[in-house]
Every structure is written in C-alpha cells, then in structure tokens.
C-alpha cells in the first residue's frame, strides 16, 4: 500500500444488478497499479451468502439483529435496505482508510452512494456502470442461476430505477465488453490523480 500526499478519494461504483460492475471491479483488480493504491471496503450484509462468495472478501455475513446493533451503535456511515437485505458501509474502515491517505474502493447502491456524497462531498467520485441495453440486463440476469424467478423480475425493475440516478452521477461508462470497461475504468482513475496532481 501506498502513502499518498494528496488527500485520499472514494471511487464509488454503483449500477444495476446485471451491470457486470462486480466482474469489472475483479477485472480492474487485476491491474498491480490500481490493486496496491486503492482499497476495497468490504461491506455488511444480511443477506445470505451465495455460492462462491466469501465472508470478509465479498461481504461481512451479519443476521438482522446484528446489523441493527451495528445501525444503532453508528457503526455505518450510510445503509440501505436493498432487495429486502440490508447494506452497510463499516464508517471505521472507510475513515482509517481515507486518514492513512489511501483511496477505496467501495460498490454500494445508488442511494448509498448519493449518502456518501453528502458526507464526504470532496473525497467523492461517482463512477455508475450501465448495462448497454435492456436485453443484455435482461440476458445477464437470466444467466445468473443464483437468482429466483421473483427476485429476478424484482431486480429488472429495481435497474430501471436505478438507471435514472445515473445523471447524478460523475462518471458513467457503459460496460458492453469487460476488458474495455475495465480500461475506461482505470483511466477515470488514473484522471482523477492526475487532476489531484495539478492542485
Ligand atoms: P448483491 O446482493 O447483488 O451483492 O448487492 C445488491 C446491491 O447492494 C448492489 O447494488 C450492491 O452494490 C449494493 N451494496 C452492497 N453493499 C452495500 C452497502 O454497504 N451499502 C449500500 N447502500 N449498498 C450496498
């Protein structure tokens, strides 16, 4: 990890369910650069864990009577109910993080997103990912056997929503190929510090 003297970012990267963001941000990790400059906060959930995931890399795995200990002890610095689970954002990761100069990294939903901009109104870029149409959502959705029928047209309807709050947004790169999102990705990044780098 790198110390930095410019005052640390938060990339948050926020897009709908079948956006392909969590690949991407797999893919964007692959890059040494980006991997040992930017730190991923892992979040806090309620939801069960799916196939493949891993508590700690992926999400903190917390029943509902923990995370509204957690809520009420201000231990997030926003949450959210999303798909009837519940999301957090640990406040004390993200400020030791930001405090040692480092950037993070942090996937979280649009709402949490706009939150953290409130709190954080310079350290914040907003970075959305968009599907390239409907049908590719649709496809991608499709193809994940780890969603049931009802969750999955609940999620198709949640991403139509969720597309509008794109224009709030500071960056939006449309993920049509992973390998070239990925790219786009990193270059937001990489013009980001190097705006940093003019101040
Ligand atoms: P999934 O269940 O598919 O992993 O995530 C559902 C949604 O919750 C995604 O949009 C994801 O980015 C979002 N999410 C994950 N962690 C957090 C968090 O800590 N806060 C908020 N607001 N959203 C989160």
Redesign the pocket.
Known sequence: MQNRLKPAKIYVI?GP?GSG?TTLIKRLAKSRAIRKTITKIT???T?LPRRGEHKGRD?FFVSEEEFSRRKNKGYFA???E??G?Y???PKKDLIKELKSGHDVLL???V??ALAIRKVFPKETVLIFIAAPDEETLKNRLHQRSTEHKHSLRRRLRVAKQEMAYRKKYDYCVVNHKVALAAKELKKIIEGERRKDEKT
């Open positions: 926020s369910s963001k979040t806090v959930t939801r999400y926003e949450w959210q999303v798909f689970n999301y957090g954002t996937c979280i939903d709402k949490g």
